[in-house]
């Protein structure tokens, strides 16, 4: 049915080969992700989405945090300011 020749197949794995560690990783990830069913990839692709908007709220939460204290701060600084000034 198919041709396959083994020259091309061990050139192909001697470059695989020679990749490191990560990008190994990398293409074997990219390769696995090709083969994976549509409702695999619908899932997967849901839960990497509600972790993003779920940092999306942790950040907004910290910089809602920031603002405040920065008030708070401004605050105390200008009644120090006033107390001291007098």
Not at 28 to 52: H, P, V
Not at 54 to 76: P, Q, W
């Amino acid at each position: 049915m198919f041709n396959i020749n083994p020259k091309i197949v061990k050139e192909n794995k001697d470059k695989i080969n020679k990749l490191d560690v990560k990008k190994r990783k990398e293409l074997e990830a990219s390769l696995g992700w090709l083969f994976l069913t549509d409702n695999i990839k619908k899932r997967t692709r849901e839960k990497i989405q509600q972790i993003m908007k779920n940092n999306d709220k942790y950040t907004v939460l910290l910089a809602l945090l920031g603002v405040i204290t920065n008030i708070i701060a401004s605050s105390i600084y200008i009644t120090f300011e006033q107390s001291s000034g007098k």
